[in-house]
């Protein structure tokens, strides 16, 4: 079985400050971590994955998110947040043979 | 096709009417996932495809939902006798399946928007 837990389902950060989205995991397998983006009225993209190469991954704009076993943890954080980073920001876990599980969503507010 | 493929983009029918909508998933994909969103709610997991069998259907809200799929490939969601609550957009997202060198990633379809009147 797998789980997902995203902390906070709406964060608000001052354009140019950290952005900080928690992600927390459970797996009986050893994990495969996303982070998707949905931009207001669009399709959900991804934002970046972790397959058990590098633990720290790299996403596109600007995005990175830190695979931590100990702690079950794969955030997602960018050093300086844009006006156009306003999106909602869902976490999910795969493995084994098991389907694709989400967390419940973060909406991003940036405020200028 | 290059990605996956959703239809109707719109829908709009009357409470009460069936409605059926399609998705056309990536070429080799095994996996198929269908998914709703209602406005300014987050991903609600209706049901899971591998092949053809549904291993996890958990998430139909009501036995007025039904999907099937054929071939491995295209799937359709039933809805009969539609309510206004079932309003929203209607995601379909398609991976190379589990196990293997598979990570599963989806790859998400532009969704079907429908509203009930």
């Known amino acids: 079985a797998q789980s997902v837990t995203q902390l906070g389902s709406h964060v608000s950060v001052s354009e140019g400050a950290l952005v900080l989205l928690r992600c927390n995991y459970s797996?009986?397998?050893?994990?495969?971590l996303f982070w998707y983006v949905q931009y207001p009225n669009q399709g959900l993209q991804l934002l970046l994955k972790y397959t058990s190469a590098a633990t720290l991954v790299k996403g596109i704009n600007g995005f990175e998110a830190e695979f931590k076993k100990s702690e079950t943890s794969f955030h997602l954080t960018k050093p300086s947040a844009h006006m156009s980073d306003a999106a909602e920001y869902f976490c999910?876990?795969?493995?084994?043979?098991?389907?694709?599980?989400f967390g419940t969503g973060t909406k991003l507010q940036v405020i200028p | 096709g290059a990605g996956v493929s959703q239809s109707p983009s719109n829908k709009v029918t009357e409470k009460g009417k069936d409605v059926e909508l399609r998705c056309d998933p990536i070429?080799?994909?095994?996996?198929l996932y269908w998914y709703r969103q209602s406005l300014g709610q987050g991903l609600e997991f209706l049901i899971y495809?591998?092949?053809?069998?549904?291993?996890?259907k958990s998430g139909l809200p009501s036995d007025r939902f039904s999907a099937e799929r054929t071939g491995g490939s295209v799937s359709t969601l039933t809805i009969q006798r539609t309510q206004q609550e079932d309003s929203a957009v209607y995601l379909c997202?398609?991976?190379?399946?589990?196990?293997?060198?598979?990570?599963?990633?989806?790859?998400f379809g532009e969704g079907s928007r429908l509203t009930v009147l």
């Open positions: 070429s080799g994909h095994t996996a």
């Open positions: 997202a398609s991976s190379l399946g589990g196990g293997g060198q598979s990570t599963g990633e989806l790859f």
């Open positions: 999910a876990v795969s493995g084994g043979y098991q389907k694709v599980t």
């Open positions: 797996s009986s397998v050893p994990p495969y």
């Open positions: 495809f591998q092949g053809n069998s549904a291993p996890d």
